[in-house]
């Protein structure tokens, strides 16, 4: 099908209107972060009168901020490594048994997305102060309540899209390791998952970048000393003022551990999404 020169000019319009509502919020965040307090509160210009890297530096003592980070980090990693985990033997059992309540189990897991992750704070934070006060069990205020919240979230998507995967992938490839005497484990670790990286690394991107900006959950269930980036970030901001530059310089700062997975994972990442939209 040949293009004609409206859809062309009507596609470029669109494209450059999409950059520049991405790169322009991006340039002034970065821009104010090098720029001092006084210029930042000014009249804002887009080119900067004067240059500073002192906020890079100043960030991490006005706030714990390297603190906040190992948290957010070591939370975002267990609770994706576990999504993944579990995510991959249900949905491969989904995908590939028939046994009884398979499609009860599939439709309920597929009706938590239909709920905003608001509804469950309440009930969440309720049982949580129940296991605390029955069993002493505390998952308020720590990192297994956390991971266990961000599971609630990400589990669900992750079975739902890795059965969707796992279904489209043929057969005869298990039966093929089958008859070279591997078991049905040993075809979904020699065989399946590694024809599904690219499914199962789009869904572990999802896992991690939902756990790592996570604001709502993260304000409740932590405290002083398991606070996460997202929250963490609040802390420039006081009664009096906010320490505009500050925050901006360390909004850059953790953007690029994202960015960095987002560069490194693309291509298993594109494929991933490419066969879940072809399915």
Not at 46 to 63: C, E, K, N, S
Not at 78 to 107: D, H, P
Not at 239 to 244: A, E, G, N, P, R
Request: a positive charge; aromatic letters at 12%; zero cysteines.
């Amino acid at each position: 099908m040949r293009e004609t020169t409206g859809f062309k000019v009507l596609r470029a319009v669109g494209l450059t209107f999409i950059t520049a509502l991405v790169a322009v919020p991006l340039y002034i965040v970065v821009s104010s972060s090098v720029k001092p307090l006084v210029d930042v509160r000014g009249t804002f210009t887009w080119i900067p009168t004067t240059f500073t890297l002192q906020p890079y530096v100043d960030m991490w003592r006005t706030v714990p901020l390297a603190r906040y980070f190992g948290n957010s980090l070591l939370v975002a990693l267990v609770s994706t490594v576990l999504s993944l985990v579990i995510a991959t033997f249900a949905a491969y059992a989904l995908a590939r048994f028939r046994f009884r309540g398979s499609r009860i189990f599939s439709m309920t897991v597929l009706s938590t997305q239909m709920f905003p992750g608001i509804l469950f704070l309440l009930p969440l934070f309720l049982i949580y102060v129940q296991l605390d006060a029955r069993l002493g069990l505390q998952l308020t205020g720590t990192y297994t309540g956390l991971i266990v919240t961000y599971l609630t979230f990400s589990l669900p998507f992750s079975i739902w899209m890795l059965v969707g995967y796992f279904s489209a992938l043929p057969r005869e490839l298990e039966e093929a390791a089958l008859i070279d005497g591997s078991g049905p484990l040993g075809a979904l670790f020699r065989v399946v998952l590694p024809v599904a990286r690219p499914g199962i690394v789009a869904v572990g991107v999802f896992a991690f970048t939902t756990a790592w900006g996570e604001v709502l959950f993260a304000s409740v269930l932590t405290n002083n000393d398991t606070r996460t980036l997202a929250v963490g970030l609040q802390s420039y901001a006081s009664q009096s003022s906010v320490l505009w530059n500050q925050l901006m310089a360390a909004s850059v700062v953790v953007s690029v551990p994202v960015l960095i997975g987002f560069l490194a994972l693309q291509r298993h990442l594109v494929q991933g999404l490419s066969a879940g939209a072809v399915k």
